[in-house]
């Protein structure tokens, strides 16, 4: 047997001592089971493809671990650190439980834990790991009732004035996944998504639990945390309803789909407490179903995810259709087209889904001609449109712009709506201070009802914004490579050689996002801006091996109608397609 061989066995017999001892000390009997089958097929004399399969999913199993940060920690379910299972599930509250022990102070006080999860695929076990080793920590826990919402949790870390909230969710992900989300509560906190140092510390405190063994010797309580009554959901559906008042025209037929997920009942009853009553929802998606068996991928983003929900709109004649993704936090919204409506290439022939800039601009329109105090900002992430800066201009209003992720744009002082692209909406920083689909919902049914009343819709008032502001369009450019490192490199070319025209528009400014400044802190990305006032921004995906790029042109309307905006759309169109174009050779990712 060769050096090498040998090399292979030895590192072999480690992972097989790994999984063994990790199947010992876990709790979870089917994921234990399921390791050490792994492991007699690797070490058995079985067809080599199954040796082989077995081999490289031990391999992976066990090749690092997942990540705590900013997001928490997400993953694929099944045995291992680099899974998500009750094992990392229990390490990652006794580390959370240290970090607010040390950050919240002695016995006298216990750090107080609320606890929420969603209906996916282990997630009430994971949220029951959580609280009995939090309590068994020393600290007070509260878990949620039932299954419910992200922005449920993130608005009972606030109304509770709890020192921490932990979500069990894999948000939008595949059935397969499932995830760990942490909130902070306390001043500067309030209920945000934890951002550094916190994600460090706490990830630092994970790390000290120890392995599998530590993990399984931990003080867990058997009892002990409260089961939280249904006044803490009361008290989001009441806030949530009160987005929209109680007054206002009510007339508007809406299609729902919650997407398989947890948010249909909560965001029925919300609508209903508003006074839109008129609502359908597509009753193959209505349930709760981890296998989200309708969907392909159960985001409202994705082509093909709301083919049921448009299908029932055609046949009632709504008004609106919303989609939530499975917990709830993001918002999606697609109108019928009007007379004269060009449809989008690939599209339905009769409705439009809505972009998230365009959501977001409409909201922050919206609210801004309700009323909103002086001083009040209208924040957006990085690679989102500009639009909603000029929106604020146009009302006397401050504008901000933050690194992407609600756990930067939630902190902005003065914070009275925020959004990002990717179909998250803060309505009610004072109340949920996390995206939240359920009241942004809430937002655009008022918007839509009262656009209607007067013989209009959601279009027109895109309309008006591109007569006011130029026509503001905005699609992405998405890259994925099999070897990560080519990212770095393709980043590297651009920051040295970025190029010197975008769509026959020259590039006037390069703005290395890496440098930080004094709107932002550092962060690995590149904002390319053109004389025509088209703007790219290029950042390496922070779970994929993906380059993503957001893009953005603006085109002057030349005339006062909506013919002269279709004309603006349709050369946005082609400016857009010529953005990508350039830059997607600038990138040169696809050999």
């Known amino acids: 047997m060769s050096a090498r061989d040998d090399a292979l066995a030895a590192a072999r017999a480690e992972r097989r001592d790994a999984a ?43 090749d690092g671990g997942l990540a705590f940060g900013t997001a928490g920690l997400r993953g694929r379910l099944g045995p291992g650190p680099n899974r998500m299972n009750r094992v990392v599930v229990r390490r990652a509250a006794a580390g959370l439980s240290a970090y607010l022990l040390e950050r919240e102070g002695g016995p006298e006080s216990p750090p107080h834990v609320v606890v929420g999860y969603d209906a996916r695929h282990g997630s009430h076990r994971f949220a029951l790991d959580t609280v009995a080793v939090v309590v068994g920590a020393g600290l007070r826990a509260s878990l949620l009732p039932r299954a419910l919402p992200t922005p449920v949790l993130a608005g009972a870390v606030r109304h509770l004035g709890a020192d921490a909230g932990v979500m069990v969710t894999a948000s939008h992900n595949p059935p397969q996944d499932n995830g760990y989300k942490v909130y902070l509560g306390g001043p500067g906190e309030e209920g945000a998504q934890i951002v550094p140092p916190a994600d460090a510390r706490i990830a630092a405190r994970i790390d000290a639990v120890g392995g599998p063994a530590a993990v399984a010797a931990l003080p867990t309580a058997d009892a002990g945390w409260d089961v939280l009554g249904e006044d803490v959901v009361d008290a989001y559906a009441d806030g949530a309803a009160d987005v929209a008042g109680r007054a206002g025209p009510r007339d508007l037929r809406v299609v729902l789909t919650p997407l398989h997920g947890v948010g249909g009942e909560l965001v029925e009853r919300v609508l209903r407490t508003a006074g839109f009553t008129d609502l359908r929802t597509v009753a193959e998606q209505a349930a709760p179903d981890p296998d989200f068996p309708t969907t392909a991928f159960p985001n409202p983003e994705e082509e093909g995810a709301l083919d049921l929900a448009l299908a029932l709109a055609d046949e009632v004649g709504a008004d609106v259709v919303v989609a939530n993704d499975p917990d709830a936090d993001r918002c999606a919204v697609a109108v019928p087209l009007r007379e004269g409506d060009e449809p989008l290439p690939g599209g339905h022939p009769r409705w439009r889904q809505l972009t998230g800039d365009e959501v977001g601009a ?54 009275a709506f925020g959004y990002e692209e990717a179909l998250g909406y803060c309505v009610d920083p004072a109340a949920v201070r996390d995206k939240d689909g359920i009241s942004a919902a809430v937002l655009v049914a008022e918007l839509a009802a009262a656009e209607k009343a007067r013989g209009r819709g959601l279009l027109d008032v895109l309309d008006d914004l591109a007569l006011a502001h130029g026509l503001h369009a905005t699609a992405p450019l998405t890259l994925r490579v099999l070897d990560p490192s080519r990212i770095a490199d393709a980043m590297a070319r651009l920051r040295a050689e970025p190029p010197t025209t975008l769509a026959g528009s020259d590039v006037v400014a390069v703005h290395d996002l890496s440098a930080g400044d004094d709107e932002l802190p550092p962060t ?57 174009a350039d830059l997607r050779a600038a990138l040169a990712l696809d050999a």
């Open 362 to 415: 409409l909201l922050g329109h919206h609210l801004a001609e309700r009323g909103l105090p002086p001083g009040s900002v209208l924040a957006r992430s990085v690679v989102s449109s500009d639009l909603l800066a000029r929106v604020a201009a146009a009302h006397g209003l401050e504008s901000a712009v933050t690194l992407t992720g609600f756990k930067w744009i939630s902190r902005v002082p003065g914070l």
């Open 524 to 580: 690995d990305g590149l904002v390319l801006r053109t004389a025509d006032g088209a703007r790219v921004v290029v950042r390496p995906s922070g779970t994929e091996p993906k380059l993503k790029s957001y893009c953005e042109v603006v085109v002057p309307v030349d005339g006062e109608d909506a013919g002269a905006v279709r004309v603006a759309r349709r050369e946005a169109a082609r400016r857009l397609d010529a953005v990508r």
């Open 20 to 62: 063994l001892a990790w199947a010992d000390a876990d709790p979870d009997e089917a994921t234990a089971a399921t390791l050490r089958d792994l492991v007699a097929r690797a070490d058995g004399d079985g067809d080599l493809p199954d040796v082989l399969e077995a081999r490289a999913e031990l391999d992976d199993a066990f």
